[in-house]
């Protein structure tokens, strides 16, 4: 498998290339094309499973196809457990973003630190929001970023965020989602909390189990 074969755009294709990725990893196989298609997918997967680039990728092609609304908008919402994911995953989503013909926005929002740089960097809202739940409301509650133009969430690490508590802050940020939009879900294991969760988010998923072997990493 390849990755051109997988329906990626040239310029993610030109952005892999210089990660020197040379084939897609068995989530990326997995689910690259479901959700190009606009479908929902739960995974399992670990860490160093090439997850990231998994939901980043297709999620940038979909984002890249319409412009972001004027307001304080996201359009796509990745809640993650902890500021060290979060930024991770947003410098993946910058870099594999960066030759895309019109730039995406994306931003990244954890708890600990002042709010006001987060408040003022959310002006005019941003295509891709990486978040910790409860700084995520926090922005809410301050009218600094509304979710009603979501077109699709990401939990990623999610039996973290239910480890960690977040049960009820995810609950609050779900109610606020638009019920039409895509779902994805990806997990190391799925006590039954999370199997609940996933059945109250997702809309006919596609289930992704892929062995826990870790992926070439590439610095
Ligand atoms: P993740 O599981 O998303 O934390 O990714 C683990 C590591 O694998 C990161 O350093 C990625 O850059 C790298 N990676 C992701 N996809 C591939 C791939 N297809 N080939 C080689 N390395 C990859």
Same mark, same amino acid.
């Given at each position: %498998?390849? #990755?051109?074969?997988?329906?990626?755009?040239?310029?993610?294709?030109?952005?892999?290339?210089?990660?020197? &990725?040379?084939?897609?990893?068995?989530?990326?196989?997995?689910?690259?094309?479901?959700?190009?298609?606009?479908?929902?997918?739960?995974?399992?997967?670990?860490?160093?499973?090439?997850?990231?680039?998994?939901?980043?990728?297709?999620?940038?092609?979909?984002?890249?196809?319409?412009?972001? $609304?004027?307001?304080?908008?996201?359009?796509?919402?990745?809640?993650?457990?902890?500021?060290?994911?979060?930024?991770?995953?947003?410098?993946? #989503?910058?870099? &594999?973003?960066?030759?895309?013909?019109? $730039?995406?926005?994306?931003?990244?929002? &954890?708890?600990?630190?002042?709010?006001?740089?987060? %408040? %003022?960097?959310?002006?005019?809202?941003?295509?891709?929001?990486?978040?910790?739940?409860?700084?995520?409301?926090?922005?809410?509650?301050?009218?600094?970023?509304?979710?009603?133009?979501?077109?699709?969430?990401?939990?990623?690490?999610?039996?973290?965020?239910?480890?960690?508590?977040?049960?009820?802050?995810?609950?609050?940020?779900?109610?606020?989602?638009?019920?039409?939009?895509?779902?994805?879900?990806?997990?190391?294991?799925?006590?039954?909390?999370?199997?609940?969760?996933?059945?109250?988010?997702?809309?006919?998923?596609?289930?992704?189990?892929?062995?826990?072997?870790?992926?070439?990493?590439?610095?």
């Amino acid at each position: %498998m390849t #990755f051109p074969a997988l329906g990626l755009s040239v310029p993610l294709l030109r952005a892999i290339a210089e990660r020197d &990725y040379t084939e897609p990893t068995p989530i990326q196989i997995g689910a690259i094309p479901v959700i190009l298609r606009g479908g929902d997918v739960v995974a399992s997967a670990q860490t160093g499973s090439g997850k990231t680039a998994a939901f980043a990728l297709p999620i940038l092609q979909l984002l890249a196809r319409s412009v972001r $609304p004027p307001g304080r908008f996201a359009r796509a919402v990745i809640l993650v457990p902890t500021r060290e994911l979060a930024a991770q995953i947003g410098e993946s #989503f910058r870099r &594999y973003s960066r030759y895309l013909p019109q $730039p995406l926005k994306t931003l990244v929002v &954890y708890g600990g630190v002042s709010i006001n740089p987060q %408040m %003022m960097a959310l002006g005019g809202g941003a295509d891709i929001l990486v978040a910790t739940p409860g700084r995520l409301l926090d922005l809410i509650d301050h009218n600094a970023v509304s979710l009603s133009q979501v077109s699709t969430l990401v939990l990623d690490e999610a039996d973290r965020l239910l480890d960690l508590g977040f049960s009820a802050e995810l609950g609050r940020i779900l109610a606020l989602l638009p019920a039409q939009r895509q779902s994805l879900l990806f997990s190391a294991t799925f006590p039954p909390a999370l199997e609940t969760l996933a059945t109250a988010l997702l809309r006919n998923p596609i289930r992704i189990e892929v062995p826990a072997e870790p992926a070439k990493t590439v610095t």
